[in-house]
Structures are given as structure tokens and as C-alpha cells.
């Protein structure tokens, strides 16, 4: 079944990971290792909402009204309007103003393409960033008419942009975000499966195909940077297994782009979220 859903060289390291796990119990995370992200002060200043209304776009309601809705999903409280030709603005009431901190961050150490934040506030109970528009279209969408030409200069500029992150110095003692919040959602039980040998890195969080935008046959950019930050070297690995659905050919994609495997990791991984998150196989 395995070998069916993920392909062979999938099912050969899945099978080294279940090893690497029953040989290696000593490997596992010492809890207390993360629990440094929850007192740690930002290690950037964090941007004062105040201060960005005062010097930023703010978008009307007429412009809300009349946007373009990029959200993608119909039921999601956060929207995602597209208002004109050059400018995006992400709403929600509970939208994490963590991803502009993270959107300055990436734009100040890296090359990689991302949105320049153009405003971000909190009006009348919604928060709001307002973002330049990238024109582009998903990998997710686009991946089967790709040429194998676009596919492999498209995982060798995300390998060169996955360098460049996981090349930012770390602080020291900080698994977490940019501005010194805490890990993502369920990390007590993260933080049992994990190893301690690795390295922690810059890490985007949620590496899914439908966050990279694409055009021409390379990336235009890379989206939704609310979940960055410093991380074991696995972890967006893990995640873009997880978000790439399995297929064999987005496993060599991944393997391509990181440079190597971790995959007794991504095999905790997915037995969590599939296993106990969703409540079964």
C-alpha cells in the first residue's frame, strides 16, 4: 500500500526511518529545548500596528466591497481580496501580525520573492495587511502541464532559496518565530518526536505547492509566512510531504529542493497529524 501511494524510493527511506526510530530512541527531543520560545523577548523589533497606519495604505470599505477574492477557500474567516492592479489585502479578526514581522525579516536577508508589506492594522475588530499583488499562478495548479525544463528550474531555484533561509544565523536558544513567539499549534507532542541532532534554521512553516507562485517557468514567489521561523532542519521538509499529498514525484521534488531527507521525521510526522490529529489511518 505504501509503495502504491508513495512510489519506491519513498517506501525504501520509509522503511530506513522505522529503523532509525526503534534503533535510535535516544535521539528523541529533550523537552525542554523549546521551551525557551515562550519566554525569549523578540529578537527584531516588532512592528507597532499604530505606527504602520500612520505611514501605510489603508484600504476603504469600497474597495473591500469590490475586491477580488483570491481566499481559495469559501468557508475560511480569512479573506485574501486583491484591490487593484498592484495591491492585496489579507483580513481577519484573529490574523497573525507575526507574518509581517517574518515578511520584513525574509526581505532584509534573503533574495527570495515575497510581497512588500505595504500597511498593517487593526480596525474595528479585523486586522489587515496590506501587501504589494505578485501576478502569478500556484505550483499546485500549474505542476502537471510543467515541462520536466520548468519543473527542474523551478526546484533549483527553490533549493537556492531554501539555502539562502537556512543560512540566517540563529539566536541563540530560540526555536520559534522571528518575533519570539512560540512554536506552532500542538508542539508538546512535537516536541517528543523530535530529534536533537539537528540544526536549527530559518524555516517557512507551511511549504505547500498552493504557496509557491510561479511564472514563466520560474517562481515569481513564495507566500504566507505566518508559521516562519527557527526550527529543527526538518521541519519544512515534513511539511511540504505532508502538503505535497505523498506522490512520488513531489517526494523526489522535495528531495531535489532540500539537498537531503529526513524521513524517520516525516514518518512521525505524518503518523501524528494522520494518526492522532485526524483520529486515524
Known sequence: MLRMFFGKGFCLGFMAGVAAIFLAPHLLLDLSILSTARTRSGIMQHLDSREWLQRGREVTDDELSQGGDLTGHTHSKRKILKIDSTTVVKLSPNLDMAEVDNLVFIRSHTTIPVPRVLNAYEKEGCRYIVMEFIDGENLKGVWPKLSVEDRESICSELHEYLFQM????????????????????????????????????????????????????????????????????????????????????????AKKAFGKTYLSEALMDMWFTRGVKHGGW
Open 166 to 253: 537556512r543560512n540566517i544565523p540563529a539566536p541563540e536558544a530560540l526555536i520559534g518565530s522571528v518575533s519570539g513567539g512560540p512554536a506552532p499549534v500542538h508542539q508538546d507532542i512535537y516536541e517528543a518526536m523530535h530529534r536533537t541532532d539537528h540544526e536549527i534554521v530559518f524555516s517557512h512553516g507551511d511549504l505547500a505547492f498552493h504557496n509557491i507562485l510561479v511564472r514563466d517557468g520560474h517562481i515569481a514567489a513564495i507566500l504566507d509566512w505566518e508559521y516562519a521561523g527557527w526550527y529543527p532542519e526538518h521541519w519544512d521538509f515534513c511539511q511540504s510531504l505532508q502538503f505535497f499529498g505523498g506522490i512520488d514525484e513531489h517526494y523526489q521534488f
